[in-house]
């Protein structure tokens, strides 16, 4: 087959025909049950989830009250794409969300790598919630007084990675009682584990358990699912105004002050996290079948539940931000947090009852959009046809939805969160962005039947070179020292716990030694945890470069430079150089300013992430060209329409 068959595209009339004949080939129709209420309340149940009753605290904390403005940045960003999603739904209003619209604008090849990253999205994503849930339900049963063993509710590699931590730090003279709250589980577990040989038992049970029974409930039926759903948001959403009217109350202005207490690098730290909280609109497109109305409906729904979940969180962070410090909001249950430190004990237990059903509605929406997308990819063949089953009485996607299940059920017992969290954001910003492009690449094409709903025309040709030129006066005029340092790629220095963490026992003394050489205050005598020590020395950033400086050990343990450094602005020049392109395209094809906007702002988030996200994105994007090309290439629905 030639290589240009890689890139055969499927028509919005072919696929509107396949859908008309999917009974006749043995495919049963999915149940019509969906309105535009419906839509909108599956999107705020996967929005309004980790975002509202966890991840706000730590984004709160690096950029203080100012989070607001990361908020609408992300809202702003999930909005120019949820554009792209509404227009893409409306022209081809069929199950597959971003792979069957990449499929239409951009060929099979980029199709398949579409879908094969949106398990990222939906698979991995299920994965964190139901860590998330894991982690509320158990400090629910523990304040009513079932306390569970750690070793059945951690996943291994936190066990396993915190085992080693708090090691190091208690070589490094901290007792055991002064290590975090979250190190002191994960060695409890660690120690307390069965093990078989050298192996550790240690799996999250309750992940689990609400993974299966959330399957269940999808594998039961649109409607069921449904009436679950609306009946949890109505749950949360009560609980969340009832926060923001009590918490006004306590409210002190003073708290507000400084607003932006880190700059707009302190707000944007957090822009991974609470990215994640905003991923789930675009789960309402899988479920265009279901709909009643989709042309109509989908658009509707994802733009009310991005303006209600947005100005919901806006509200949110200035009551928490208000209510104490924003330095004292790096918790994880930020919301039960506030109300406890404030004695209000009955606000904190709804608060924990909330969050579970909360993180079961986030977890419900993700379940019901993973196996519409392998069902779609089923349909044409990407896919074994077992994936495209229906089942007969429920009208869901029975065999997938199972398989999803298990997909999602067992990393869930293993897998770190913080992994599986930017490894779903980057998956889902890559959809993103290609959506937002497929748009620019259709805008157009005169052979393109164009749905009831359009994103509105604003040429970009010079508005986004005007942009970057903005851009670039206030990186040299204003930003010039973190500029020039990312230019030059200028030598950082490592924080104390990752100094202290690395060393050996041998090391650990000498650096005992030369701190208790310099200890003006006698604090060496007092304690001889070094973390401590060597951090007490972090408010004064010039003081603490000095007395590192000073430390007897390897500068490889020092500090961070050359390539080992350089690596982590991988993506920042990669975002800036396919930025310059963009700017090009623009030019020259008059493109429309909205779906750019949407494609540069989830280009830049995915910039954001660590180097090694890109890393295992590009992994998992290999092992599913392998597929692709050994399976799904010869199988392909338009292989065969070709041969």
């Not at 290590?179 to 689990?208: K, M, N």
């Amino acid at each position: 087959m030639a290589l240009s068959g890689l890139f055969r595209k499927k028509t919005v009339q072919d696929i509107l025909k396949q859908v008309a004949k999917n009974e006749a080939d043995g495919h049963n129709a999915l149940g019509k049950h969906l309105t535009t209420r419906d839509l909108t309340a599956f999107g705020i149940a996967a929005i309004v989830g980790a975002g509202i009753f966890s991840t706000i605290g730590k984004a709160s904390a690096d950029g203080g009250p100012a989070v607001i403005f990361l908020f609408l940045f992300t809202a702003l960003a999930c909005s120019f794409a949820a554009f792209a999603y509404a227009e893409f739904a409306s022209m081809v209003p069929v199950s597959g969300s971003a792979y069957t619209y990449s499929y239409v604008a951009f060929g099979e090849i980029v199709a398949w790598i579409i879908g094969w990253a949106l398990i990222m999205e939906y698979a991995v994503g299920n994965i964190t919630v139901a860590i998330s849930w894991s982690d509320y339900f158990t400090g629910l049963l523990q304040s009513g007084g079932i306390h569970l063993p750690q070793w059945i509710q951690m996943d291994y590699l936190t066990a396993s990675n915190g085992f080693k931590d708090a090691t190091a730090l208690m070589q490094g003279g901290k007792s055991y009682e002064n290590l975090g709250r979250g190190l002191q589980e994960a060695y409890t577990a660690w120690t307390t584990s069965p093990t078989i040989g050298s192996f550790h038992f240690v799996a999250d049970l309750p992940a689990l358990f609400i993974i299966i029974l959330i399957t269940a409930l999808v594998y039961r039926g649109m409607k069921e699912s449904r009436n679950a759903s609306n009946l949890m948001v109505v749950v949360k959403l009560c609980v969340v105004l009832l926060v923001i009217a009590v918490g006004v109350f306590y409210v002190d202005t003073a708290n507000w002050d400084p607003f932006a207490p880190n700059g707009v690098s302190g707000v944007l730290k957090g822009v991974s996290a609470v990215f994640f909280a905003y991923i789930g609109f675009d789960a309402i497109s899988t479920t265009a079948e279901e709909c009643k109305n989709p042309q109509r409906d989908l658009p509707r729904g994802m733009m009310w539940a991005i303006i209600i979940c947005t100005i919901l969180y806006i509200a949110i962070a200035l009551v928490l931000t208000g209510m104490v410090n924003y330095n004292e909001l790096n918790v994880g249950d930020p919301l039960a947090f506030v109300f406890d430190k404030l004695n209000l004990k009955w606000m904190s237990g709804i608060i924990a009852v909330s969050a579970v059903v909360a993180m079961a509605s986030v977890l419900l929406v993700f379940q019901m959009g993973q196996p519409r997308i392998w069902m779609s990819m089923s349909r044409d063949g990407l896919l074994p046809k077992k994936f495209s089953t229906v089942h007969p009485k429920f009208k869901t996607p029975s065999f997938a939805t199972v398989v999803t299940g298990f997909v999602v059920a067992v990393p869930a017992l293993f897998l770190n969160l913080t992994m599986v969290t930017d490894l779903c954001s980057i998956g889902t910003l890559f959809a993103f962005v290609l959506v937002c492009a497929g748009v620019l690449v259709l805008q157009d094409k005169k052979d393109i039947p164009r749905g009831k709903f359009k994103t509105p025309y604003v040429n970009s040709k010079y508005i986004l070179p005007v942009f970057m030129i903005v851009g670039l006066y206030y990186a040299f005029n204003f930003n010039t020292k973190a500029t020039m340092a990312f230019i030059n790629n200028e030598e950082q220095t490592y924080d104390a716990t990752t100094i202290i963490t690395s060393l050996n026992k041998e090391e650990s003394t000498k650096v005992f030694n030369y701190l208790e050489s310099i200890d003006l205050h006698n604090k060496t005598a007092q304690t001889a945890d070094l973390e401590h020590l060597l951090s007490q020395y972090q408010d004064d950033d010039a003081k603490y470069a000095a007395v590192v400086k000073g430390l007897p050990v390897s500068d490889s343990l020092k500090y961070e430079s050359g390539f080992s450094l350089f690596k982590h602005k991988i993506p920042m020049w990669i975002f800036l150089v396919v930025l310059v392109g963009l700017a090009v395209w623009a030019f020259r094809k008059n493109l429309s300013l909205i779906p750019l906007l949407g494609l540069i702002c989830c280009l830049y988030m995915m910039a954001e992430l660590s180097v090694w996200n890109w890393i295992y994105f590009t992994i998992w994007l290999l092992i599913g060209l392998i597929i692709y090309f050994t399976y799904s290439r010869k199988n392909s629905k338009l292989n065969t329409i070709e041969i």
